[in-house]
């Protein structure tokens, strides 16, 4: 155990000390990992030197046509390998850490972007822009990131504290919890997110609480089934007809930007903000 | 014996009024606002309904198939009947289908339980006989078959659909309502009216095919009435809510230590006992981490368990 502390340690230490410092020269042929890795890159105006993504990896329409190595939590080593990338883009959230170790133990370069929240996302997409030798358009991405998220914080002032519930997916009943991204942009856009409480970031939710609770605003993420959504949640809906929110009808289907911590995300904080700037 | 099965009865009916009060919130039956009235009959109430119609349907069909089977490891999951449901639940989830509406995922579990229990019972069918080894066999092997396509589907699935598939064969009650119930009560009922009724062939059945056959029972032709019985109850319980391990199992094996083997006791108390476990393990599951709520089929092993191993410490029968 004390061994897998002292290597844990180790570890942290090696990438804060190594990783923005490996920023010597700028990688011509980069492998995405995650979604939000893509998207990223793309709004960096680095489309030329991907060279590999996952099948995931759907926005923008262009990232589509990138060669695939694989999925999120199991890429395939492989085809990573094959790609001869300079360097190799990965997150703690969602690709195992372990393939990161062999990646190294096979000398391919890594970067993995540690923000996994609204507020670290700026200054995360600036070490990423030192790493790949952008520094400037990081930077510039950055800021105004930073410009449209301050604004949001501005005008929540003028808006009366709502109840926001963020329906994740409906059968059955699951919430974007406290962490998740979800989570920061209810609060962002000056709304108080009664699932807060709960324990995991996105917790299976108790109906009966949701009816205590009696949200005023509920939003339900339209995710990837984007067609059949409002079908699949009927049901639910049913069940908290006495809520206020679904009562008044402040029920609001909303685009999955919240899903990735990215180049989108503020359009979904947005998205949010406008919703609930309409109940004042 | 007759004492014995009032008593479940008994507890059955109190565990069922505990599960309407208790929860994240504790509701005081007479004095009740609004919400508390909706909660407690639209939302505890069917729920809990659920719970141990599921449970009943478990527990007898766990009884019944020990018994057809001649072996103690047989549950109603063996067959593989819960792994077709499974398969086209997930299927419907993961594909985002809603060709049935609300009932999509249920009906969809349904007929992928009924296929399969049809492939199993064609499977057992031969040379004019309903053999119980070649059932096994079949339920078994159908299973792997099933669990490889289900792992195939999630490993190519987002990780945000293989969530929700999980969620689903994990086993969940949270969206029970009134509406599902008249379906999940006329099979769990049919299912074990019939078994029951046929429980003393079950007993000869138990003691081998020539014993039943000196008897009068026609071994092959109970055995198949018998298991369109556990068919069905089973389909309709993956059905209402998914997987939910332990009962099938182990009440029927607890309930032989209380109350002995007797199949015409067997059958109806297992049942109860059933119900009564899952309706307490809900009831914890909701309860017991608020407002997050738990797979209810995680606290039936994990409090079941323990305590059948204690039985089984004590007490030196296990046979079927």
């Not at chain 2, 049942?271 to 009831?283: F, N, Q, R």
Request: charged share 20%; aromatic share 8%; proline share 5%.
């Amino acid at each position: 155990m004390k061994k897998l502390i002292i290597l844990f340690l180790l570890f942290t230490i090696h990438y804060s000390l190594f990783t923005p410092a490996q920023a010597a020269e700028a990688p011509k042929r980069i492998i995405s990992l995650a979604p939000s890795m893509t998207e990223i890159l793309f709004a960096l105006g680095l489309e030329d030197r991907i060279v590999g993504v996952t099948s995931f990896c759907d926005f923008p329409e262009e990232a589509k046509k990138k060669q695939k190595i694989g999925g999120m939590s199991n890429p395939s080593l492989e085809a990573v390998v094959s790609l001869k990338p300079d360097i190799v883009t990965m997150t703690t959230d969602g690709n195992p850490k372990e393939f990161e170790e062999r990646l190294r133990s096979l000398k391919i370069k890594t970067y993995v972007f540690r923000a996994r929240q609204i507020p670290e996302l700026a200054q995360g997409i600036r070490e990423m822009g030192l790493a790949l030798g952008i520094k400037e358009k990081a930077d510039a991405l950055a800021k105004d990131m930073e410009t449209s998220i301050d604004k949001l914080k501005q005008r929540r002032s003028s808006i009366k504290k709502k109840k926001v519930l963020f329906i994740v997916w409906p059968d059955p009943l699951i919430v974007a919890g406290p962490g998740s991204i979800t989570d920061n942009a209810i609060t962002i856009a000056g709304g108080e997110n009664i699932a807060a409480e709960s324990k995991s970031s996105y917790p299976k939710y108790s109906i009966e609480e949701v009816i205590h609770q009696a949200p005023d605003i509920i939003f339900i993420g339209r995710g990837m089934s984007q067609e059949n959504i409002r079908e699949v949640s009927k049901g639910i809906l049913k069940r908290l007809k006495s809520v206020p929110a679904v009562k008044n009808k402040k029920v609001f289907y909303v685009s999955d930007y919240l899903y990735r911590l990215g180049p989108r995300t503020v359009k979904g904080v947005e998205e949010l903000a406008g919703y609930m700037e309409q109940q004042r | 014996m007759k004492i014995r099965m009032i008593i479940i009865i008994l507890i059955l009916m109190l565990i069922f009024g505990i599960s309407l009060i208790l929860g994240p919130r504790i509701i005081n039956p007479f004095f009740m606002d609004e919400i508390s009235k909706e909660i407690l009959f639209s939302i505890r109430a069917p729920r809990s309904i659920v719970a141990i119609l599921m449970g009943m349907a478990l527990g007898a069909s766990g009884a019944v198939l020990q018994g057809i089977l001649r072996n103690p490891l047989a549950d109603p999951y063996i067959l593989g009947i819960s792994s077709g449901a499974s398969l086209l639940a997930a299927l419907g989830i993961i594909g985002g289908m809603t060709i049935f509406g609300t009932f999509t995922v249920p009906v969809l579990a349904f007929i992928g339980a009924v296929a399969t229990g049809s492939i199993v019972g064609m499977m057992g069918w031969r040379k004019g006989g309903f053999w119980p080894e070649r059932l096994l066999l079949a339920g078994v092997g159908l299973s792997f078959l099933f669990s490889a396509l289900l792992m195939l589907m999630m490993s190519i699935s987002t990780d945000e659909g293989m969530r929700k598939a999980m969620l689903w064969i994990f086993g969940d009650l949270s969206m029970s309502e009134w509406s599902r119930i008249p379906y999940g009560l006329i099979f769990v009922a049919a299912g074990v009216v019939i078994s029951a009724s046929r429980a003393k062939a079950l007993n000869a059945l138990i003691l081998g095919d020539e014993f039943a056959h000196s008897l009068g029972f026609s071994p092959h032709r109970e055995r198949f009435i018998l298991f369109i019985s556990v068919g069905l109850m089973t389909a309709a319980s993956v059905s209402l809510g998914g997987m939910i391990g332990f009962i099938g199992l182990l009440i029927p094996h607890m309930i032989r230590f209380f109350i002995g083997s007797d199949s015409r006791v067997l059958i109806p108390a297992s049942a109860l006992g059933g119900g009564a476990l899952l309706c307490i393990a809900d009831l914890i599951s909701r309860s017991i981490l608020p407002p997050m709520e738990l797979p209810a089929g995680v606290i039936t092993a994990i409090i079941g368990s323990p305590y059948f191993l204690y039985l089984l410490r004590r007490k030196n029968v296990l046979s079927i």
